[in-house]
């Protein structure tokens, strides 16, 4: 909250600085901050001395080991990313630093956990995997997915090696390596349950998680303005296809329809653009339940505000 003022002070030190080339911008997520200028010299001897007097006033300092000035075509880390340009294009990364702290967590499950069950080891690293998969799928990280996948493969490989010293290769791969697909080499375990069956659980691999580049937010979008329904409904329907657990909800949906469109009664189909709408609006407590959605033709919602602003 201190630094709410920020970047207004920094535009009334600094008036017009867009227009003046200066190229100053300000991008900021709690108390981590980013703040971009056209040379090293203003950057450091302008605009820090007036961060750091912001900052006095409110009993607060700078971090040294944090605060760095540097070029683009150098590049930095932000919030676990490396943001930098190659031959003048801005690429963002998983950074180094935080691919290490992933791998170190990683170790230090697999080392503490030396005489568990396979399938116990992997429900504890699932969601370890997927979350730190999930944090950076929005960025350029399939090449860093692919080197992590392969440092993860053998950290478990070693794992299972130290517990049968007198077995081969070939062994302790067909106790703990399955095939699946046209894939091999998958550490997966076959777990008993309770009513007696048995089901598979599989590693996940942080290089099977599709990269998803993020739509960014309109700035003007305010989800209490019954206006903008239409807009975050869309980018809700959007966001739940991205997710089995979101596809299962839109199918349960389609399926209550009867594959219809609630305008038109026309089929839905993949062909034909669709979209949903809330029944109960979140603006009015309405739900994400699957219940509380009604599938449409993007045309027949169209329709159906036009019908709306007329009859209003």
Known sequence: MVLDGLEAMLAEKFPGAQRKGLKMNMVRYADDFIITGNSKEWLEHEVKPAVVEFLAARGLVLSPEKTKISHIGDGFDFLGWNIRKYNGKLLMKPSKANSGAHLDKIREIINGNKTAKQENLIKMLNPVLRGWANYHKHVVAKETFNRVASQVWSMLWRWAARRHPEKNTVWIKKKYF????????????????????????????????PIQRH??????????????????????????????????????????????????????????????????????GGSNAASNFRMHHLNCRKNHLNAKKIKM
Request: positive net charge; glycine residues 6%; charged residues 30%.
């Open 215 to 284: 739509v960014k937010i309109r700035a003007k979008a305010n989800p209490h303005d019954p206006q903008w329904e239409p807009y975050f409904e869309s980018r809700w329907g959007k966001k739940m296809l991205c997710s089995s657990k979101g596809r299962r909800k839109l199918y349960y949906v389609w399926v209550m329809q009867d594959g219809l469109c609630f305008d038109c009664q026309e089929p839905i189909t993949k062909g034909t653009p669709w979209n949903v709408r809330y029944i109960v609006k979140r603006t009015d």
């Open 178 to 209: 399955k095939s699946s697909g046209l894939r091999n080499w998958v550490f997966a375990a076959i777990e008993n349950l309770e009513d007696g069956t048995q089901r598979e659980i599989v590693l996940l691999r942080e290089s099977d998680t």
